[in-house]
Each structure stands twice: as structure tokens, then as C-alpha cells.
């Protein structure tokens, strides 16, 4: 059926309310198949972004929730054991505030149990426990002094994922989805999978505002991929009715909303239209990215043994390689566990085991199929461990190590970050940072540029103010960029 | 009472009328050098986006001491002067702005704030014009203004005085407003938009019938005096009070607060006017003798999150709920975003840091730790009874004064009755030469093995009170001389002291064993053989007789299967050989307590021995010594002292006086045993000691600016306090809805306009600062807001006043002009049109489907949701436990709401973790896919196809029907065929694969069977195949939209 000029005249305002007058440069191609729209929604391209040429076009989140030890992985301090079992001097300590669990108790340095080693030309040391990554070394940019303020889990990876400790702003990937747009036809601009330690260990739940949009329109949030069921919520079709048949119904539901649109001339009866067929286009792709059969033994090999678990770390790893060569813009992957309190000598050996292959097998991929050029990966916790011992010092079964936001360590690979290398560094405990800090806000300065945006003009405005990621800090960490 | 709100002194300067300007639209003003720029809509915007950050109302950021958002400020002498009226190119401000000189350009180059060449324009032609500056309108005191006068020809077509206001501004815009919407539209539109779910085919059939201004009013008044108004006016308040069922963070673990929603829904039907609304939610516990309603209103407060985190500290997350507390009032009534004073004075609004924390110290007074204490809630809490449990507690106050009353026989037979029991006992005495009964003991000691304390009272009464362990033995030592004793007697009795007031220390108890010993100093003792017992009341296989054997097993117990054990209750052992006490001889009385259930032991008792030969049951207590004396003498000879000692033993002992006070303690020990199983709910209480407040850096709980303590106050430029109001909550929410606070109504009623056209006059409905959108139609909002005020701030009123508007019951079409020169429809050319939020539209399946289970109120329910996602957010820790039957079916407001995560297919709706009160409204495929394939949405497909089977034989008039019955009005030929074309389709792959059939069908809890009488296959191949089209129906756009 030919379409009326009234329909004419909508389409052509529904573009032009999509794109935006202004805009040019990425976001276009971008924005053309963007998952979702509203007329509130100011249009992305307003904000002039990108703002300069991109290093990097996506970004793999590896979240390690619950916060890893960078004492025991990252943060070689061979004079700590002489220290070890005597109370951390207060010229280190100097009175820092700590989580409940071990303020105001003695503070006895607990020195790693663990050998480090160099690893790779570069020859950074890191602990036996992270051979894999080890391999990897020369591809990966390690940052050890990284800082934050939160001394509990949900607020201190809110803060990383959303820039404020309260729930309530959107999460990183959801600005890129704002900033950038999609970049694809058939998959969400931002998705998430989660998974936990083998041997559970904690308690830090996913909240869905890890991956929540804010006060962003709701489109921007992530699309949880889940580890059972469906992979998206509500993607299959019911039982009893084939894609065939809902091909049809689908059709025919087009052809009823086109007859209203004629009738009524409201250009958000095409969007929807266009929103059907998407989800119908989803329904296919999902599975198929989903699908890891069709990948050959020695890929497979890459991400070690548990990769044919749904749900796994290894097994998510090797979607978020699928999602970054389908052009999904932001892939956060979440991995609970780590927080290791009165099991370190026990559990920190299984937890390394279930993410340390799975994480640098994912690097291996990126770079042989040369994605890991334009592919920003992160890995790290909201925040370290202490260096000294909670528990019991003389029973290795029940001692570990509290939590730490003044210093810890968190490596980045590929999306224009140099490797090789190592930033920054502690002081003689792990416990200050010592040389050239990184906030967490400079974090989310540094990986917003290597997406060519400035976090200072990536903002939104709401409740009469403009927001950013970084609030109102962060500062890029040039020197790390290749 | 005093006034609460004092207003600000205007300067005339200052004032210059909101209604100077026209229109927020700004795409629809040309702005050449013919228009008159006005401050508000031209020059505040730039300058506050623009300048407020270095030269605003933040005095620690403010440079070069120079402020543009005060009129001071503007006008102040500086060299260069800084604006010299009319003279723009004299003007240092348009100096700054125009030149490219980057040490001294305005903004600054590398401020990312630049103006554009029509801003700089607008500053330009603002001097040139005089540079008048007006006070931010919001802020301006209410007037009501005149309703515009109409041309002959449109004043026809305005129906109230809404319409004027709506239809002057089209004709400024040269737009026009459309033709009244279809009947069928506008009774969906204005169902949909009163009570949240759509009208019945035959509501539809009968407005169309007779669509007439007198049933269309009608229909009105009917619809708001529906309790489903009440529900729907309730989704957007909870949202707005950020509720939930759980608290958040780690744990999430779930409160009780659905009382304080079915207050909300109440409020609402009941009408209640919004400055009462306001006043009981903000500070009801301070009323004067606030009822349970008023308290349990203020739990809108309560409802933000809860930090029950190991490890966290409690002050920081109490601080934390006064921030939320504050800015969600700020927020709600005051429509402003009083959060960024939180760390540093307003960049844009006139708010000041020290005033943040004024207004935080109202909320800074309530009795709480920080800590979840209160089971899942956290203090301070309040017992709930359920709507049964209220009823049944004011019938037991009635019933208590009753049995008050029924104590006592009137005075004459009560004297009559008196004197003939004393001519008895004294025949008696005569003829025994003794009275004949039970006499009371009066023990030397009591102990218990357990360490629990004793105590015993003048009357001979054993109370055990204190540590309260599982098992526990009694050893009671008798030293009055006892002759010829033949029984014992064993009084379990009713105590207040006792928890639902005994007679076992927990109401019940398992006496295993009754011992009676002989001892004396210089002998062995003497254990007492007992021949017998009997008592008046034993629990079913817990007889009196098992206390005989040493058997800890089983023993004698009182519970009767409801919960009536505070009875006094009676043992009487008999003894196998009459018992004299030798001189120095002691009688001990043990009694155990070793059954398996735990603190089973006996509370309160009494003891008393008799010389009858047979003693039973209903044999009476001799009079004790005191009494016994008197009567002994003749009752002549008694004085008055003694006349009433009598008196008042025989009242007492009088079966009235018995049984009523066994009525009242059964009466009491219900309402105890209530009481102990009410719900609670968080609310609103105030500490007696003031708690400090002081100003915070960066909002940090542990970092006070200075020593300097703050008392709670109002912000300067919205108006102070009042000098002689209370200093508490009670006065901040009579300030909030003084007529003259110039908010509060405003903000309000654009939240009311928003609920029913969509967006509203001010669209940002959270923000009337300067940062906000300009209303589209100011005077319409200052009049809609006077009118609300002048007319005791009624809602349904109000509501009224809106649907009843020619504008509100235009056509939804939208003309290409219209689209042009309004692509917003900010002027209302024609009636909005947007989806429906996601919770409606489940609603609306139910109710088309006929699923709905209409009850008010309660408890949460859990319908359907995928399997596993609780599991999976939170490690397994907590699972859905999904409810069947009539809960599956209950409005979407009923849905337990998890704040972690939120129930799935309720897509475009605030997270609740802060206030909300602007609806998103996104269109993306995850929305379709809940629509297309959610067991809610299939069940419902299915069981409308079923209903339409039934009702209708005929192929042709089923089709019609699904789509009549959804959508409330005539398919047109071609949308006739698209439906047959889609049941061909899926005819023909039903009838191929039948076993599809089933797993269609078999979709949600309601059974599909007996459905159709008889039911063959060719019948589930139609209710499949209707099912088919019934899902198609329920996602058209159509279907999905508010039209």
C-alpha cells in the first residue's frame, strides 16, 4: 500500500526526531539502528559526540566482585614477610578509616603465602596463582595504585559502574549506549552475564542497577543475559506456537498498526512497528550467539575446561567475545566471589583456578582475530584486600583479609591502553598508594576517552543538573595510552 | 493556631507578574527584534545555564564577586558597568560575550558552556529593550488569574474555563483544536485514565447509545467514586514515595508496608483534601490524638531503603535516610531539587546549603539507630491489626465493658443475697462447729530448682516470675499445724503478670509431677501416698492422674485447642491416709515440670487443704480467718469495718463477680494474644531529645562544617516559618500546604495534569527551579492551582475539572499542521496519545480477559515471573515463591515489589531506590517480547478466546468480538481481513500439528478444559488458533495505548 503523505510527512519527522539536526560522525550510523526511542530523549548526536577519533570501539567490563587480593596477585612486596605477624606500622596505617569487621582490632601484616615471578618480555611480576594472565603480560597494562572511597561491596561497585555509591545514576554502559548509540541490528547496545565463585564464598548479590540506565531512558540499560532459562527474559516463543507462525502474526500485526498509523498519523506507531521486528530479529540472533557449538575444540581449549558450563565465567567469556564481534558496545561481565575474609590460603587458589584461564583466553582471542585493537578489556574489583591478617594468624583455615579502598590493583588490555606495562605503585605494605594514583574516576575518564569521548561533555541533564559518569572529577591517565 | 508560613517581602522592583510571559514552547516564538524578550523565558534560561555556575547563587564557586541570578546582582555598580539599559554595545556583559579575546571571554573558552550566536542575540536585544528582570516565576506568590475571553466562535467550543486558557494559546500559535474523539475512544481514554483499567463492551455499548454531556458527566462521577480510582491514583504516589516490599541492598530482605499503601488507596477514594493528605503522611503522629490511620500515613517517609549490611556503619546509612527523607519531600511537594545543597550552596536555585540542613533537621528528630532492628523494619515501628483483627479488637473493647458492667447484681439483691449466704455459713458453723470448704494455705517458702524467682502473696499465691527456663521444679514448704487432712487441692489461676495471663508462666503448662513429703529436722522425710486426683479441666492424653507417676512422659495440662487457657483451673489429690502434722513436722509440696515442652511450668497457683470427708470439685473455699472471725460473732455485733470486710468478700465470690471476671481476663488474654500477632509497619516518631544537627561537608555523616548547631527552618526564598509555629514536622507540612507557600499547589496539580495529559504544564514535573522547563501555559497552571486551593485542595474535583474539558475530549488525530508547528503537542491541538505504562497494561489484559480479581488492599502478591531470577540475583538465597489461584490475577499494584529487582515484565517503570515522579516512556523490542510471549499475556489471550467461544457460536462474530471487546470498536473491512487472514494462517498449523494445541492451551494456572461443551479437537484447534488472535489484539499499538 502506498503510503499517505501524512505517513510520509511522519516518517520523515520521525527521523529527523531520531537523529537530531546537528549531529555527525559515528552516532549517525549509529543512532540508525538504535534499540529504542522516546520522544524525551534528547538526541545523542545533540551532544556533539563522539568528541574525537576512538581508540576504541567497545569495552569488556570483567568485574570482579567481592575484590580480589592484589597482595596475593598483583602487588609483589617481597619485604612484607619480615613484617609478617607483627602490627602494620602506624606510620602506614595512619588512622584510615576500615570496614567495621576490623576497625579498632589489631592490625598483624599478613605477608602473601603465594611465589611471584616475572612474567613475559616485559617481565611484570605477578603471583603463581595467575599464570594464564602471567601469558599475557605483555599485552596488559597492570595499574597498582588504584583508590576508591567505599569499604562495602554494593556501594564501593556502584561507584565503579555508575560513578556515585548510591543506586540511582546509570551505569557505564549505558552512557556509552547514550553517547555512542548501537552499533548493530540485531543485539542490544550494552549487555551483562553474571556468574559466581565454584565454591560460593559470599553474599554480594547482582543488583540489576549494576547494569540499570538511571535516569537514562530505560532503553540504555543493559540486557541481562542469563545463565538459565532464557538468555533474555521473554525471548522464546511460547510453546505451541513456531517462528513460523509467529512470523505471520507478526506480519499481520504490522499490517493492523500500519492501517492505525494511517488512520491517526502518529509517527510512534512506525517505531513500534520497527521495535516488533527487531525483537523478532532478536529471537534468532540471541540463540545463535548463544549457541558455542559451532566453535571449534582448540577456541574452546582457550577458555579452559569449565567453557561448556552455562554460566560459567569461562563460558561467559567466550560470549563476550561473540557479543564484540556482533558490534555490542558494552559487555559487562560479573563474576561474584573473592571476598575472601577467613578463607584466603583455601579459597583465593579455587577462585584464580575458575577465572584466571577463561580471562587472558579471552585476551588470546581478541588479539588473533585482531579485535583486541579496537577492544577495550578491563579486569578488577571495587576495591583490594588488606595486607594485614583478619582472623585467626595461626590457622590458615580461618584467616584472610577485610576489605581495602586505598590501594589495589586492576589491569586493562587492548582499545589503545599500551601493554606491557605496569602504573603506579603501593607503598611497602600494598596499603597506600605511593606513585601516580588512579581514582576511580580517572578510570572512567581513561576508558570514556579511549571511546573518543571527554567525560566533561558526555552529560545529561536531569533534575537541573547535568550529570556525569565522573561526577564532577576525573582526570585521563594519559600515560598509559599507546 | 499560628500561620506557619510567613511570606517574603517583595520589593515592587522584584515583582513583576508570571503572567508577562507566554509560552515555554519555544519553537513557536520567532524571536526577531519585534518580540518582546521576556526574562524568565528569554534570559534566565542562558544565564542559569550558562553563568550560574561561576556566577550564581553558590557563594564558595561565585568569582570576581559577581552574581547574575539576583536582581542586586544584575544591577549592581561596577566599572565597567555591567549592563547599561538600552545601550547593549555599552554594556560589559555583551562585551564579554561577544569578544574573541580568550582572557577575557564569557563563558570562559574551555568551559565547555559557550553561548550560541542566538543566545548572545537574546542578551543583546534584552538590554536593548531595557533589561528587565523578573523574580523566577515559580516563586511568585499564586494569584489566580483571569480566565482569557474568547471570540464568539471558540467560546462555543470551550466547555470550562480550561479550555480558555488552552484554546488562547492555540490561536497565538495559529493552530486550531480538533473534533471531539469518537465516543468509544473517549470512554476508553477517560476509563483508562480515572481508574486505570478499561471500560466493559457493555459500559461501551450503553455510553454510545446515549453519548450525550449529561451520561458523559455521569459516567465521570461514577468512575471517581470507583474504589479501582483509588488504586489507580495510588501507582503513581508509591512510585513517588519510592515503596517497595523489600529494602534493598544486600539481604533485600522484605518489610511490611502494604498498610501504609492501602492507606494511599483510601486517601483517595475517601477523597481526602490534599493538604490533609500531605500533613497526615509528613507529621500524622503529631497530630493531636492521632489515630492508627494517621500514624500509619506517615510511613511514607519510611519507605526509602534500608542498609542492613555487615560491616556498615549505622549513623552514615540513619544520615543517609534523613538525605532521602529531605529531598523526597523536596522533590514531591516543593518540586525542587534541594539535593545539590546537600554539599554546597544551590548553583541555580536559591537555596542555600545551611538552609538544606535546616529543612534536614525536621527530618533529623526521628527515633532510630541507623540498623535494621525491627525484624525485617527498622524502629520506630507499629503494631498493625488486619482489617479482621481491627474489627474483632473493637468488638472485644464492647464486650469488656460489658463484663465490666454485668459484675456486680443490683445493689437491693446483692444485700438479699448476702444476708441469706451469712445465715448459712453461720448455720453451718453452728452445726460443724467449723466452716466447712477448703481452707487456703499460706506457705512458708517456695523455691525453684531452675532459679526462676518466687514470690508469694498475702492470699497464699505462688507467683514464679523472672529467668524463664525450659524445665523447672517447684518445692513449696507449708509450716501452718494441719489435722485430718484427707485432700489437697492444686489452684492454677490467672495472672496479669504472666504472659497472656497464664496460669503457666506461657499461658499453658505440663505439670509431670505432684509430690507430697513430711519432713522434720531430726527425721527422714515422709513421702504422702496419693490414692487419687481429679481435675476440672485436662487436655486431651494430658490427665490429671499422670502426676501420680514419677513418668516425666506426660503430666496434667490445660490447653484447649482455642486458646483459652487463662482459665483458673483446680486439682484435687487425695491422700490415702489422713494427714496430721507433729509438732516441728513441715509439709513440702514438689511439683515438676520435665516434659518436652519447652517452659511449660506453671505460673501462678494456690494451695488449700480440707478436713471434708469427700471433698469435690465444687466443693467451696471455707472463709479465711479474717472473715471466719467475723462471722463467727453474730452480725449485730459487727462495725462497720467489719460489715464491709464481709461485703466485699461475699461480692467477690458471687458467681456473677466470678464469671465476669473470668470473661474479662479471657478477653484481655484474646486482645494480648492479638496483639502479639499483629503486623507492624514502619512510621514516624520523634525523639524526646532534640538530636543535634550541623551542617555537613560534602554530606558526610561524620564531618560536621563547624560546631554550629542548626534548628530546623524553611528556605528564605520560598518564605519562612512562621515565628510562633512548633519547630517540628508538624509545622513544616502546614507551611508546605499554606495557600501561600507559591509550590506546593502548583507542583501538584502539574503532577495531576501530568497523570491525565500525559506530560505536564511544567514537564519537568520534579523540577521548578530554574534548571526545569518553563510551563507551557502558566496562567492555565496558576488558575488550575488557585482553583485547587480556593476549593479545600479536592483531587476528584480537580480530576473532574480536566476530563470534563472540550480540550481533554478532543481526537487523538494528528494533522500535518499540527505536527509542524507543534511536534510535541505542548499546546494541545489535539489529545495526547501515548502506551500505556506496562503495569496498566497488564491490568488491562486481566480485566479484558476476565482474570481480574478485584479486591482492595492486603498483603502483596506473587504472580508469574520466569523461573530462577530471584535465585540468580541473589546465589540462591532467596526464591520466588509464586502464589496460585485469585493472587495470580490481582492489579499490578498488588505485585510484590523487590527493589533489587523489580517484578520482570513491569518494563518503563521507576526502580524505586528514590522518588520518582515523571513517567519514562521508551519503545524498545524487550517491551515487545514481554507483550508477545509472558505467561500473563498468553494466559490472558487464551482465556478471553475461551470466554468468546462461549459466548458466541458463530466464526465470523468471534472474530469480531476479540476485536470489539479489546479495542471498543467496529473493525473496519480490512482490518476484518487481516484478522481472517491470521486465523487461516494459524488454522491451518493447528490443524497440521495438533499437539501444539495442548502446549498452547496448557499455558498459565486457569484450565482450559471444560471449557466448551462437548470440547473435540476441532474446539482446541479454535481456542488455539483465537488464542493466536487474541495475542495479536493485545499488542496493537492500538491496544497498548492510551488513545
Not at chain 1, 548479590?205 to 530505560?218: A, N, R, V
Request: hydrophobic residues 35%; neutral net charge; aromatic residues 8%.
Amino acid at each position: 500500500m502506498t503510503p499517505d503523505p501524512i505517513t510520509q510527512y511522519s516518517q520523515q519527522l520521525t527521523r529527523r526526531r531520531f537523529f537530531g539536526n546537528t549531529g555527525t560522525g559515528l552516532g549517525i550510523a549509529a543512532l540508525s539502528s538504535l534499540m529504542g526511542t522516546s520522544e524525551s530523549i534528547p538526541a545523542a548526536t545533540d551532544l556533539g559526540a563522539p568528541h574525537f577519533p576512538a581508540k576504541a570501539k567497545r569495552v569488556i567490563y570483567m568485574f570482579q566482585n567481592g575484590a580480589p587480593s592484589h597482595v596475593d596477585l598483583f602487588d609483589h612486596k617481597p619485604g612484607m614477610a619480615k613484617f609478617h605477624d607483627t602490627q602494620l606500622p602506624e606510620s602506614i596505617q595512619q588512622g584510615k578509616r576500615l570496614s567495621t569487621m576490623t576497625q579498632g582490632k589489631e592490625q598483624k601484616v599478613l605477608s602473601t603465602p603465594w611465589k611471584f615471578q616475572p612474567y613475559g618480555k616485559c617481565g611484570t611480576q605477578m603471583s603463581e596463582l595467575v599464570p594464564h594472565m602471567g601469558s599475557i603480560a605483555d599485552d596488559i597494562c597492570l595499574v597498582r595504585s588504584m583508590h576508591t572511597e567505599a569499604v562495602n561491596h554494593a556501594p564501593a561497585i556502584t561507584y565503579f559502574l555508575t560513578g556515585s555509591e548510591m543506586p540511582g545514576r546509570p551505569s557505564f554502559g549505558s552512557w556509552l549506549s547514550y553517547g555512542l548509540g548501537s552499533a548493530n541490528d540485531e543485539l542490544p547496545t550494552f549487555c551483562a552475564m553474571t556468574s559466581v565463585d565454584r565454591e560460593l564464598s559470599c553474599g554480594q548479590i547482582f543488583y540489576d542497577w549494576y547494569w540499570g540506565s538511571g535516569f537514562l531512558p530505560s532503553h540504555h540499560q543493559g540486557v541481562k543475559f542469563r545463565g538459565n532459562g532464557d538468555p533474555v527474559l521473554y525471548l522464546s516463543n511460547p510453546n505451541g506456537i513456531d517462528r513460523k507462525l509467529r512470523k505471520s502474526l507478526l506480519d499481520d500485526l504490522a499490517a493492523l498498526n500500519n492501517l492505525r498509523q494511517q488512520e491517526i498519523g502518529d509517527p510512534e506507531i512506525l517505531t513500534r512497528i520497527t521495535q516488533y521486528e527487531m525483537a523478532y530479529r532478536m529471537q534468532a540472533s540471541i540463540p545463535d550467539l548463544t549457541d558455542i557449538n559451532t566453535e571449534p575444540q582448540h577456541i574452546l581449549d582457550l577458555y579452559g575446561p569449565d567453557v561448556m558450563r552455562r554460566g560459567s565465567f569461562a563460558q561467559n567469556c567466550l560470549l563476550a567475545r561473540r557479543l564484540a564481534e556482533k558490534g555490542v558496545r558494552f559487555i559487562q561481565l560479573m563474576h561474584a566471589g573473592w571476598d575472601q575474609h577467613n578463607n584466603l590460603p583455601t579459597q583465593l587458589s579455587v577462585q584464580t583456578k575458575d577465572t584466571d584461564q577463561p580471562a587472558a583466553g579471552l585476551v588470546r582471542d581478541l588479539k588473533q582475530r585482531g579485535l583486541l585493537e579496537d577492544t577495550l578489556v578491563i579486569w578488577g574489583g571495587e576495591f583490594g584486600r588488606t595486607p594485614f591478617c583478619q582472623g585467626d594468624m595461626h590457622n590458615k583455615k580461618q584467616h584472610g583479609r577485610d576489605h581495602h579502598p586505598y590501594c589495589f590493583s586492576l589491569w586493562m588490555a587492548g582499545g589503545g591502553i599500551r601493554g606491557g606495562m605496569t602504573y603506579g605503585e603501593s607503598d611497602d605494605f600494598c596499603y597506600n598508594t605511593a606513585k601516580d594514583p588512579v581514582h576511580v574516576h580517572d578510570l572512567q575518564a581513561t576508558i570514556l576517552n579511549q571511546l573518543g569521548l571527554d567525560h566533561e561533555r558526555l552529560t545529561y541533564k536531569f533534575q537541573g543538573r547535568e550529570f556525569r559518569l565522573t561526577d564532577v572529577h576525573g582526570k585521563v591517565v594519559k600515560p598509559i595510552l599507546s | 493556631m499560628p500561620t506557619y508560613y510567613q511570606p517574603r517581602k517583595f520589593s515592587a522592583l522584584l515583582v513583576i507578574a508570571a503572567a508577562t510571559f507566554i509560552t515555554g514552547a519555544a519553537t513557536l516564538l520567532a524571536n526577531n527584534d519585534n518580540t518582546s524578550i521576556d526574562f524568565n523565558r528569554d534570559i534566565r534560561p542562558i544565564l542559569a545555564n550558562h553563568c550560574y555556575q561561576c556566577h550564581g547563587p553558590d557563594a564558595k564557586t561565585r568569582q570576581a564577586d559577581l552574581r547574575l541570578d539576583t536582581q542586586a546582582g544584575l544591577a549592581e555598580q561596577r566599572d565597567p558597568p555591567l549592563i547599561i539599559q538600552h545601550r547593549p554595545a555599552a554594556s560589559e556583559l555583551i562585551h564579554r560575550i561577544t569578544t574573541t579575546d580568550s582572557d577575557v571571554q564569557m563563558p570562559p573558552p574551555d568551559s565547555n558552556r559557550n553561548l550560541s550566536s542566538a543566545q548572545i542575540n537574546l542578551l543583546t536585544q534584552w538590554i536593548r529593550q531595557g533589561a528587565n528582570y523578573s523574580g523566577h516565576w515559580s516563586l511568585q506568590p499564586l494569584v489566580k488569574p483571569a480566565v482569557p475571553q474568547l471570540k464568539k466562535r471558540v467560546a462555543k467550543w470551550a466547555r470550562n474555563p480550561l479550555d480558555h486558557f488552552i484554546v488562547a494559546k492555540l490561536q497565538s500559535a495559529q493552530l486550531q483544536p480538533s473534533t471531539p474523539a469518537p465516543a468509544a475512544t473517549l470512554l476508553r481514554r477517560l476509563t483508562l485514565d480515572l481508574t486505570g483499567l478499561p471500560p466493559t463492551p457493555i459500559q461501551a455499548q450503553a455510553f454510545l447509545a446515549n453519548p450525550t454531556a449529561e451520561h458523559y458527566e455521569q459516567i465521570v462521577d461514577n468512575l471517581l467514586a470507583q474504589p479501582e480510582y483509588g488504586e489507580h491514583l495510588a501507582w503513581n504516589w508509591l512510585v513517588a514515595a519510592r515503596y517497595s516490599d523489600t529494602n534493598g541492598y544486600q539481604g533485600d530482605r522484605t518489610r511490611t508496608s502494604h498498610f501504609w499503601r492501602t492507606w494511599v488507596i483510601n486517601a483517595f477514594n475517601d477523597n481526602m483534601p490534599f493538604n490533609q493528605f500531605t500533613i497526615e503522611q509528613l507529621a500524622g503522629d503529631l497530630l493531636e490524638s492521632p489515630t492508627l490511620d494517621q500514624r500509619i500515613a506517615t510511613g511514607f517517609n519510611r519507605n526509602h531503603p534500608l542498609n542492613g549490611e555487615g560491616g556498615r556503619i549505622a549513623e552514615e546509612s540513619r544520615v543517609e535516610y534523613v538525605f532521602d527523607r529531605t529531598e523526597t519531600t523536596g522533590t514531591v511537594w516543593l518540586g525542587l531539587t534541594v539535593g545539590c545543597a546537600r554539599c554546597h550552596d544551590h548553583k541555580y536555585d536559591p537555596l542555600t546549603q545551611r538552609e538544606y540542613y535546616e529543612m534536614y533537621a525536621f527530618f533529623n528528630n526521628i527515633d532510630e539507630t541507623g540498623r535494621v532492628d525491627a525484624g525485617g523494619d527498622a524502629n520506630p515501628v507499629l503494631k498493625v491489626p488486619t482489617a479482621t483483627q481491627r474489627q474483632r479488637f473493637d468488638s472485644i473493647k464492647r464486650e469488656l465493658a460489658n463484663a465490666t458492667g454485668s459484675a456486680r447484681l443490683p445493689a437491693e439483691k446483692e444485700e438479699q443475697a448476702r444476708t441469706e449466704w451469712i445465715q448459712a455459713l453461720q448455720a453451718e458453723h453452728k452445726h460443724h462447729e467449723r466452716f466447712l470448704g477448703w481452707n487456703t494455705l499460706i506457705p512458708l517458702k517456695a523455691t525453684s530448682s531452675a532459679g526462676a524467682t518466687t514470690s508469694i502473696d498475702s492470699g497464699g499465691g505462688v507467683l514464679i516470675t523472672g529467668k524463664l527456663p525450659d524445665k523447672d521444679d517447684y518445692t513449696i514448704v507449708i509450716d501452718q499445724p494441719q489435722k485430718n487432712i484427707k485432700a489437697i487441692r492444686l489452684q492454677p489461676t490467672t495472672h496479669e503478670r504472666l504472659e497472656f495471663n497464664g496460669p503457666g508462666r506461657a499461658s499453658n503448662f505440663v505439670l509431670t509431677s505432684f509430690e507430697l513429703t513430711v519432713t522434720h529436722p531430726d527425721k527422714k522425710p515422709r513421702p504422702l501416698k496419693i490414692q487419687d486426683a481429679v481435675a476440672d479441666f485436662t487436655q486431651s492424653s494430658f490427665d490429671v492422674k499422670h502426676t501420680l507417676s514419677p513418668s516425666a512422659e506426660s503430666g496434667w495440662a490445660i490447653w484447649d485447642g482455642d486458646l483459652k487457657t487463662s482459665i483458673d483451673r483446680q486439682a484435687i489429690f487425695y491422700l490415702a491416709e489422713p494427714l496430721t502434722l507433729a509438732q516441728g513436722e513441715q509439709l513440702t509440696v514438689t511439683l515438676r515440670h520435665q516434659s518436652k515442652h519447652a517452659k511449660h511450668t506453671l505460673g501462678y497457683f494456690r494451695l488449700a487443704t480440707t478436713t471434708d470427708a469427700k471433698p469435690t470439685l465444687k466443693t467451696n473455699d471455707a472463709p479465711p480467718s479474717q472473715i471466719a472471725s467475723v462471722l463467727a460473732k453474730p452480725a449485730g455485733n459487727w462495725n462497720a469495718a467489719e460489715t464491709e470486710l464481709v461485703a466485699q468478700y461475699h461480692r467477690e465470690h458471687t458467681d456473677a463477680y466470678v464469671n465476669a471476671r473470668k470473661q474479662r481476663v479471657l478477653l484481655e488474654t484474646e486482645q494480648q494474644r492479638m496483639r502479639a500477632s499483629f503486623s507492624q509497619t514502619m512510621v514516624m516518631r520523634d525523639r524526646g531529645e532534640v538530636r543535634e544537627t550541623k551542617i555537613l561537608t560534602v554530606g558526610q555523616y561524620d564531618s560536621p562544617l563547624n560546631d554550629e548547631l542548626l534548628q530546623v527552618g524553611t528556605p528564605a526564598s520560598l518564605g519562612l516559618l512562621a515565628k510562633d509555629a512548633p519547630r517540628n514536622r508538624l509545622a513544616l507540612a502546614r507551611w508546605i500546604t499554606s495557600t501561600r507557600n507559591p509550590l506546593t499547589a502548583r507542583v501538584t496539580v502539574n503532577r495531576f495534569w501530568q497523570q491525565i495529559f500525559g506530560s505536564g504544564i511544567v514537564k519537568t514535573t520534579e523540577d521548578f527551579g530554574t534548571q526545569g522547563e518553563l510551563p507551557s501555559h502558566p496562567l492555565l497552571l496558576d488558575w488550575l492551582a488557585a482553583d485547587f486551593q480556593e476549593h479545600n485542595w479536592n483531587v476528584k474535583r480537580l480530576l473532574k475539572t480536566m476530563v470534563m474539558s472540550a480540550t481533554y475530549r478532543q481526537s487523538s488525530h494528528t494533522s500535518v499542521t499540527a505536527q509542524q508547528l507543534d511536534p510535541y503537542n505542548r499546546l494541545l491541538s489535539h489529545s495526547p496519545r501515548f502506551r500505556l505504562p506496562s503495569h496498566t497494561i497488564r491490568d488491562q489484559v486481566l480485566a479484558v480477559s476476565g482474570l481480574l480479581v478485584t479486591k482492595l488492599g492486603g498483603p502483596s502478591v506473587k504472580p508469574y515471573q520466569p523461573e530462577g531470577l530471584w535465585a540468580d540475583f541473589s546465589f540462591g538465597k532467596i526464591k520466588y515463591q509464586q502464589d496460585s489461584g485469585d493472587a495470580l490475577y490481582r492489579r499490578s499494584l498488588y505485585t510484590f515489589w523487590r527493589r533489587s529487582l523489580g517484578p520482570p515484565n513491569m518494563f518503563d517503570e521507576a526502580n524505586r531506590q528514590t522518588c520518582n515522579v515523571r513517567t519514562a516512556r521508551t519503545n524498545t523490542p524487550l517491551h515487545a517480547l514481554t507483550t508477545l510471549n509472558d505467561i500473563t499475556y498468553i494466559e490472558a489471550a487464551r482465556v478471553f478466546a475461551q470466554r468468546v467461544m462461549q459466548l458466541h457460536d458463530q466464526h465470523e462474530r468471534r472474530l469480531e468480538y476479540l476485536f470489539r471487546a479489546a479495542l471498543l470498536r467496529e473493525e473496519t473491512a480490512t482490518e476484518k481481513a487481516i484478522l481472517q487472514r491470521m486465523f487461516t494462517t494459524a488454522h491451518a498449523y493447528y490443524q497440521d500439528s495438533p499437539e501444539k494445541c495442548k502446549e498452547l492451551l496448557q499455558i498459565g494456572d486457569k484450565p482450559y478444559e471444560q471449557t466448551l461443551d462437548p470440547f473435540d479437537n476441532q474446539d482446541l484447534i479454535d481456542l488455539a488458533t483465537y488464542t493466536n488472535i487474541a495475542n495479536m489484539i493485545f499488542n496493537t499499538d492500538e491496544f497498548l495505548t492510551r488513545e
